[in-house]
């Protein structure tokens, strides 16, 4: 293989250039307590794999794969990855893979070759790939060539030819010029020994995974995951909920994200549970996917899949009750959606917080309804940290406060990849990563949980999907008719949130619609689900105080004019 069995370049020594490292000594307490084992995590994930290799480790509506015959075909993947293609251990490699079982063989191949995955999504467009595969240092793309349209390949070429990337690896489609067919390098793979791929001998303490945090106009927000971090996260997670053999957790979002990775993929592969993807979050697929697999796990459903699910009828018919955990998060649970999950579907929620930074909360499931309806709940590891801070300071408010949800821990990132810029506002001096997000702390029923209320960081959450405001912005302020912008989110019962663009146009500019701003939006090569879904013209922006756009005022604004045209007579 040539180059599997080269000494890695990961294999330890000095931390690389724009990695904020754990202190030493934190490290070393971590170790010392049994979060973190000195073991990386594709090491993890193989020991685990030996251990349930009969087991069912994944299904899809394709197929179904004992943990046997998908680490057989992630290595076969690694050992082709590494022999028919220039990556090495230590490079980076983009997804742009929807929810199919190449995904997860792909993703567990990379890891096992050393290569860094970057999780990128299907539905990002070449120009944020390129921003982000820069600041990264990718080199390969894998993509999904029947996704939605199937133009993935044809975005592909164009990275290739603007030297973004040099390998691109496609799977479930034709191949095209220098391309390279993930089936080849299975056949290429299988003839190599699995026992010379580099990953025993990476550095536990360096990146294995890069997640995704901000935009892509100004400073990317990378955050990088460490091998032994990343692993203990998942573990954290699956002792927290009693995974193990004969858990089927069911996972309709997209599994690339942080939190498919994080409360599915990693914990059910480590614990010798099975994971069931589904390929896409329509209700008709869940609840074909239920009903054939009886899952007793949804790790994660955002309150818009749960408003989706109770609105239509078939989920009433449907036998649920294999579910005993049934977890919603990602946004702001309105009170009203838990209580009509209870009513209409049986169904007793927990909720669960989470970010690509680290930190996740979860409630107890025996908790009465207080806790459960009205907060996270508490940290997943004994380990984990949290201040309530008044934003902008290092004070603490007081219990039942709202401040901002400050967080460290053995899983919590120590600063952004490359990014010093942000890393000196987004971490206290003690290493506390500063969420942006509004908490409280709570004591109920004698436990201390909390509740999330609000954020100060401007992003909207659509459906989980976060839009970070300024990226959109500054690409609207490209177009020639717009003098100044704001994107706020508006409410959407299905949603929970989506993009408004308040613009002020040049003088004499005809008005800019919808349709027309996404148009030029698109050819700016933003993806889809970050364009404004209403556009607002307004001849000033509200300014603050102190000289900044006063986006609560557009908030209120947007919400009191969906209010009246819902009730148009009030
Ligand atoms: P991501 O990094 O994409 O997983 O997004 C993390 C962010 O999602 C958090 O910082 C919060 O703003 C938001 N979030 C996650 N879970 C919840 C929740 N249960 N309630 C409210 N917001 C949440």
Known sequence: MSNIAVSSPLGGGAFEAGLVPYPEDVAGEYRAAGYWNGRTLPSELKTAALEHADQTALITPELTLSYRDLFADAESFAAGLLEATSLWPGDAVMFQMGNVAETVVSYLGCLMAGIRPVCTLPQHGVREISVLARHVGARGLILQADFGHGQLPDHARELVSGGVVDEVI???????????????????????????????????????????????????????????????????????????????????????????????????????????????????????????????????????????????????????????????GGQKLPLEIAERLREVLGIKIRQKFGMAEGMFMVTPPDASEQVRHHTVGAPISPADEILILQPDSDIEVADGEVGELCVRGPYTIRGYYRAERHNAEAFTAEGFYRTGDLARRHVIDDMTCYSIDGRIKDVINRGVEKIHADEVEELIMRHPDVANVALVAMPDEVLGERGCAYLVLETGAQPLTVESLGGFLLAQGLAKYKLPERVESVPSLPLSNVGKVAKKVLRDDIAHKLADELTPDA
């Open 170 to 328: 496609v799977t479930r489609g034709p191949v095209f010029d220098s391309a390279v067919a993930y089936a080849d390098l299975l056949r290429i793979g299988t003839s190599m020994d699995p026992a010379e791929l580099p990953y025993r001998t990476l550095d536990p303490g360096q990146v294995a995974v890069f997640q995704l945090s901000g935009g892509t106009t100004g400073l990317p927000k990378v955050a990088p995951r460490l091998h032994e971090e990343y692993a203990y996260n998942a573990c954290a997670w699956a002792n927290k909920l009693g995974w193990g053999r004969g858990t089927v957790a069911l996972y309709p979002l997209p599994i690339m994200h942080n939190a498919g990775i994080s409360v599915a993929l990693h914990p059910a592969l480590l614990s010798g549970a099975t994971l069931v993807l589904a390929p896409s979050a329509s209700i008709g697929t869940l609840l074909d996917l239920i009903e054939a697999t009886r899952p007793n796990v949804i790790p994660l459903v955002p309150p818009a899949l749960a408003v989706r699910l109770l609105k239509d009828p078939r989920s009433r018919e449907t036998d649920l009750s294999s579910i005993k955990d049934f977890i919603v």
